[in-house]
Every structure is written in structure tokens, then in C-alpha cells.
């Protein structure tokens, strides 16, 4: 009797087991089933329930759904089943989604912000909106106005849009009372959370230097919507100085000396200052004349204007007097020195030295020339570590100067100019081979130029970047791995010009293989652990997807630290209709955004050393976070600076010391791990003012 007692139940378990895999079709698919024996618990509820809602079976959906719901009540992105087997687990949001397609919109309303207030997730928002959006169309809600709509410049105001770096930050702002739709930049879509009734974009866009109208629209649940633009003028030119009377270098015997000259700006000169005396200030004159009585002392006397723009471009330009007896032998040999590109003029108070004029003349580089403080030499190719190049110099002629350009970029002449210096920033990529090209032309039609060859080197701290391997691992079919793998690499590469380096999938191959992972593996908190034994990358990103109903897919991204084990962040998309490219697209942007976000690049410096620990000034308002990494850089060459006026003409080069990771984070403060060194830094130590920049 026990023994057909026993039998009659294991036959209730397979009848059990069998009814859950039998399941109902629609269109020769079968919903309704689950993988492996249905034994009745609350996962597998879930798992069925799931299946029906996919095939749009949504009564049987919601039976199951809330079977699942006594078993166990929250929603949660890893639910421990059995051993250490997690598994996504939704089913509030899967019965506020049953509860949509059902029309019951307050129910659905119900179960999505009870799912929302557990585990955030994009399809909770998602089918929020879609009911914010029937609510709409059924006359139960009505939309007051379209979104508002704000746009600035980080760090200044609202109509200062003239900025001196191609690398612009933008913020965006939109409010909307029933909720965001869309936000376009430049016609390009910004990824929006759903339900939100405000947003904040902020990003940084390359631009070349001109005048760039910035398209933003944003759209609101009722389909109204609201343009604007944003115009910001890159300007990395500054200002031309000329200076009219006295052309120096010069000798006189007077004890003071009346200087006069303009600047000129084709987006407005802000100031011209002498040393640290401001000789005049414009809110943006296009020119701006400066006159200064200059008190000279016995010997040699040395001045330097300096002309800023309304971007906040320099330009500078010494001025040289020797106060003094042009007999004397001091004298000649201060002319001799700084006649040999300058030019010599003697003051008309003076009597001239015939012979000595004469010497000048011959050894100026004729009546119409270019000097070029930086690039400083004429030639034919050279290198340069920098993205950056700044050419600065001065043109000087006999008579008035008619006209010169940089790049074929025409400048604004002062009229009765004989000397103008100039300077300006021009871009220049590793390995790009620019040519650089100034012109000038005087009154008189001569003409003169000046060209040279500049091969642009990688920036030495450039191969310190984040190193990012994308894996696809569980869900979806073939067509839909392949598609994943090959964009996310292809928008994470692309993502603000290089911010990360993006391994070749054959590379993480090997490691999955070598640590024998399994699709299981990626919920289990102890899987991190395990990629710390392998590192060809110093995050992983894998991504998983789940088919929902209508041909919708559900993504979830991990962002795993090679290092530590850490799982650093988590991120989720929904592409509502997987068939339509657009939104597909669109949701691995938003995943590419994601990443720039959680992982910035950001620079800083150690502000803190205390025995073996360290501390940077960065901290959880600056995006940092625990087992992020910071590379320790030091000065490997000096900055160069013109002798003559102090201006930096190329910035110092900074090199890796070696990299430490984040082992605790406040708001502005982040305390280092140890210190792994760079070849031949294997005896460096951290210094308090070190800049450091994040990995």
C-alpha cells in the first residue's frame, strides 16, 4: 500500500512537471512553458507567467503572476532560487504589464510603481508612460503646455555662448508636467528614463573653431513639442595686437615714452593690459585702441601687452626700450643683439649712428617678414605631443601692413600697423600630419609666407585609458548577439572621441573559457571574484537579454571590475519593438552614454599622504566610485614659455607614474589602494599635489 501511495505522488509531480511545459500556441509558438520540470514553486510560477504575457495569453499571465506574488513579494534584479542560482524576478511589473494590455490602467499603475519602488527598471517606466499616454487619448488627463525648455554653458551664463575650447560643455534642461518624452541635440536623440517629469543632459561636444547653432527639441507624453537654439562661437584665436608709435626695439635718451596701438578681435576684444595695469576694456569692440605713458629708467627697459578676447584668448607682445646714450657701446651692443629679427628704430629725439643704421638694415630679413615665436623654426616636418598646437608669433613691415592670415583665415588689420602679433590654437590628432600656413601682404603688394609640417605624436597618458572587453551572454537568439556585440563595441569606442579602449571579443573568449563561466554565473555575487584570476581588461560589460511580448527585448548591462570583483554598476534598456533599427540604435547609445557617465575622466591631484595611505580630491560629487582607478602622472618635460612676454607656448608633458584604485569614496574625497608602478617608476612614491586623472 506505501509503495502505490508512493507511485500515485511521483505521478502527481511528472503530471505537474508535464502540465507546466505544455503550454498554448499562437502562431506555431508554444507560451506558457518553462525550462526544466515545473515543480510548483514560486519561480517557476513566474517563469510560466512570464512566458504567457510574451505570447499575449494575459489571463493566464496574471494567474501565474500572482501565484508567483505569495510565494515571494518583492521585485528584484537577482532572486536566489536555489544554491546560489539568481535570476531577474518582476512580477509586479509583469502584472501592471498584463493589467495595461487588459485596459485596468489604475490596477497596472498600482503594480508598476510598487515594482518601481523595489528595483528600478526601464519597463516599468516604459508601460507608465504608455499609460500616461492612454489617459491622455481617453480625455482623462489633459497636457497645459508644451515642455520648458533651457539650455547653458557650464559656468556661465545663459547668453555668454563665445567659448575658448573646441571641447564644449553643454547642459539641457526640460520640464514637462505629464512627463518627458524625447530630448534631440544636434538632431541626435537623448536617452530619457521614462517617467520623469524633468530631465538634465549634460555632455561635452567636440566642435571646430566658428559659429555653431545648437539644434534642442523636446517632446512631452502628449506630443507637443518645444525648439530651441543655441548659438556658441569656438574661438581659439586671440587678438592681434598692433602697436603703432614706437615700433621697438628702440634707444632714446628720454626718460618716459608715449606708446599707442590698438588690438583687434573678429568676436571682440574684452581688455588690454600693460603688466598688470589694464590700459582699456570693451564689452566686445571689434577694436580697441590703448595709450600709455611709459616711465623709463637708465638701461635697458622691458614691457609686455597683453590683449584678451571675449573668449578669454591672450595674446602677447613685448615692448623693448633702452634708455640711454645711442654712443655708447652698451648701446650698440643691445641694438646688435635685438635688431636681428625686430628691426631697429631710434627715437628722433636722438641723432642716428649712421653706420650702425646701416648694419641694421642689411641684417633685417627684408622689407616685409614673418617671425614665429612657436612652432620656432622653418621647417619641413616636425613632431609634436599634444592635441593642441599653438602658433604665435609677429609680422613687421616697412610700411603699413595691408592684410595677413593663419590657415587662410584672414585677420583684422589695424590701419598703420608695421608691426602685429598674433596667436593662435589650432587642433592637430596623433599621427595627423598638419600643415601650418601664415601669409602676409603690405600696402605696397609684397608679399611673404610661412609654412611648416607638424606630424601630431599620441599624448603620453592617452594609452591610460579604460580598457572595456564586451561580452554578450545569455538570452535572445543568434541574430540578436551578434547585433549587441558588434554595437556596443562600436558606440563604446566612439563615445566622447576615444574615451575608452575596446577589446576584441576573441580576447575575452579566452578568458570565459579558461574560467569555465556559465550564463548562471553572472547573477552569482561571488562571480566577480572570479575575473580577478584573469585581466585583459579592467571592466567587463555583459549584457543579457530577455524577450518580452510584441517583439519587445529587455537589457540588462553589468559593469564588473577585472580587479577587485566588484559588480561597479548595473544599467537596464527596453526596446519596445526590437524589429525597429531606430530604437535599437538609440537604447545602445543610451548604454555607450551610460558607461561615459560611470566611468568619467576625470583629472585631479593627491591631497593627502599619510604614512602608506593616500587621498585624491575626488570624490562621489566628481563621479567617482569605489574600485574606479586614478593613474598617477608626473612632469615629464617642463612647459616652454617666451623669453621675451612669460606666455606659455606649450604646455608642460606629463607621463605615468604608475595606478591605484579607489578603495573608499566620500562626496569630495577618495582614499587610494596601493600603488601599482609603471615601468621604471618601480621606487616612485605618491606626493601630495600629484596630479592624477581616472582610468
Not at 612 to 633: F, Q, T, Y
Request: hydrophobic letters at 45%; proline letters at 4%; a negative charge.
Amino acid at each position: 500500500m506505501r509503495i502505490r501511495r508512493r507511485w500515485v505522488a511521483i505521478g502527481a509531480l511528472l503530471l505537474v512537471g508535464c502540465a507546466g511545459q505544455t503550454g498554448l500556441e499562437r502562431e506555431g509558438a508554444a507560451y506558457g512553458v518553462t525550462q526544466g520540470v515545473f515543480h510548483g514553486r514560486w519561480w517557476n510560477y513566474y517563469e510560466r507567467g512570464v512566458s504567457y504575457g510574451e505570447g499575449q495569453f494575459f489571463a493566464e499571465a496574471e494567474a501565474d503572476l500572482q501565484k508567483a506574488l505569495q510565494g515571494r513579494s518583492a521585485d528584484t534584479w537577482a532572486a536566489r532560487t536555489y544554491g546560489m542560482h539568481f535570476v531577474p524576478y518582476f512580477p509586479n511589473r509583469e502584472l501592471g504589464v498584463v493589467c495595461y494590455h487588459q485596459d485596468r490602467l489604475d490596477d497596472a499603475e498600482r503594480y508598476l510603481r510598487a515594482s518601481l519602488e523595489q528595483a528600478d527598471s526601464e519597463r516599468a517606466r516604459h508601460y507608465l508612460d504608455l499609460i500616461t499616454k492612454r489617459r491622455i487619448e481617453q480625455g482623462i488627463l489633459s497636457d497645459g503646455a508644451a515642455p520648458a525648455l533651457t539650455s547653458s554653458i557650464f559656468g556661465m551664463g545663459s547668453d555668454m555662448h563665445i567659448v575658448a575650447d573646441r571641447i564644449v560643455p553643454v547642459r539641457v534642461e526640460v520640464e514637462d508636467d505629464l512627463g518627458v518624452a524625447g530630448l534631440s541635440v544636434n538632431g541626435a536623440p537623448i536617452g530619457i528614463r521614462g517617467n520623469t517629469d524633468a530631465f538634465e543632459y549634460k555632455s561635452s561636444l567636440a566642435l571646430p573653431e566658428g559659429t555653431h547653432a545648437i539644434a534642442i527639441s523636446a517632446s512631452d507624453l502628449a506630443g507637443k513639442e518645444t525648439e530651441a537654439e543655441m548659438n556658441i562661437v569656438v574661438d581659439l584665436t586671440g587678438p592681434a595686437i598692433a602697436i603703432l608709435d614706437p615700433a621697438p626695439p628702440l634707444v632714446t635718451t628720454a626718460f618716459s615714452l608715449r606708446l599707442r596701438g590698438a588690438a583687434a578681435d573678429a568676436n571682440g576684444v574684452a581688455e588690454v593690459r600693460l603688466g598688470d595695469t589694464v590700459l582699456a576694456q570693451s564689452a566686445g569692440a571689434a577694436q580697441l585702441e590703448f595709450t600709455s605713458d611709459l616711465p623709463l629708467v637708465a638701461g635697458e627697459n622691458h614691457f609686455v601687452l597683453a590683449a584678451r578676447d571675449m573668449a578669454g584668448n591672450e595674446t602677447f607682445a613685448p615692448v623693448d626700450v633702452l634708455c640711454g646714450e645711442p654712443h655708447a657701446a652698451v648701446s650698440r651692443r643691445w641694438l646688435e643683439q635685438a635688431r636681428g629679427e625686430a628691426g631697429v628704430q631710434v627715437a628722433s629725439a636722438v641723432d642716428a649712428i649712421p653706420g650702425l643704421l646701416a648694419g641694421a638694415a642689411e641684417e633685417q630679413q627684408g622689407p616685409l617678414s614673418i617671425h614665429m615665436k612657436f612652432p620656432n623654426a622653418r621647417v619641413d616636418t616636425a613632431s609634436y605631443r599634444k592635441n593642441e598646437l599653438r602658433v604665435a608669433g609677429w609680422v613687421a613691415a616697412e610700411v603699413d601692413l595691408r592684410s595677413f592670415a593663419i590657415q587662410g583665415d584672414s585677420f583684422p588689420v589695424v590701419p598703420g600697423a608695421k608691426r602685429v602679433d598674433f596667436s593662435r590654437r589650432i587642433p592637430i590628432e596623433a599621427h595627423e600630419t598638419k600643415e601650418l600656413h601664415v601669409a602676409a601682404e603690405d600696402t605696397q603688394g609684397r608679399k611673404e609666407e610661412w609654412s611648416a609640417k607638424i606630424t601630431g605624436k599620441p599624448v603620453m597618458l592617452d594609452e591610460y585609458r579604460m580598457k572595456v572587453a564586451v561580452q554578450y551572454v545569455q538570452g535572445g537568439d543568434e541574430a540578436v548577439e551578434s547585433y549587441l556585440q558588434s554595437m556596443l563595441v562600436s558606440k563604446l569606442a566612439s563615445v566622447e572621441e576615444g574615451r575608452f579602449e575596446v577589446l576584441e571579443r576573441a580576447q575575452l573568449e579566452a578568458v570565459l573559457q579558461e574560467l569555465q563561466l556559465s550564463t548562471s554565473d553572472l547573477a552569482d555575487p561571488r562571480f566577480a571574484s572570479k575575473l580577478g584570476k584573469v585581466k585583459p581588461a579592467d571592466v567587463f560589460l555583459f549584457a543579457e537579454a530577455y524577450p518580452r511580448e510584441a517583439g519587445g527585448i529587455e537589457l540588462l548591462v553589468r559593469a564588473i571590475g577585472a580587479d577587485n570583483g566588484l559588480v561597479l554598476d548595473t544599467y537596464d534598456v527596453f526596446v519596445g519593438d526590437w524589429n525597429d533599427a531606430d530604437q535599437r540604435e538609440e537604447r545602445v547609445n543610451e548604454i555607450a552614454g551610460w558607461m561615459a557617465r560611470t566611468f568619467p575622466r576625470v583629472p585631479g591631484a593627491v591631497d593627502r599622504v599619510a604614512g602608506n595611505n593616500a587621498w585624491v580630491n575626488l570624490g562621489v560629487e566628481e563621479g567617482i566610485r569605489k574600485g574606479m582607478k586614478v593613474v598617477l602622472a608626473y612632469e615629464a618635460a617642463p612647459e616652454e614659455r617666451d623669453p621675451a612676454t612669460g606666455e606659455v607656448l606649450e604646455d608642460a608633458l606629463y607621463d605615468a607614474m604608475g595606478w591605484a584604485p579607489i578603495d573608499g569614496v566620500d562626496a569630495e574625497r577618495s582614499k587610494l589602494g596601493p600603488l601599482a608602478p609603471a615601468l621604471n617608476h618601480e621606487d616612485a612614491t605618491i606626493a601630495e599635489g600629484q596630479p592624477v586623472f581616472t582610468m
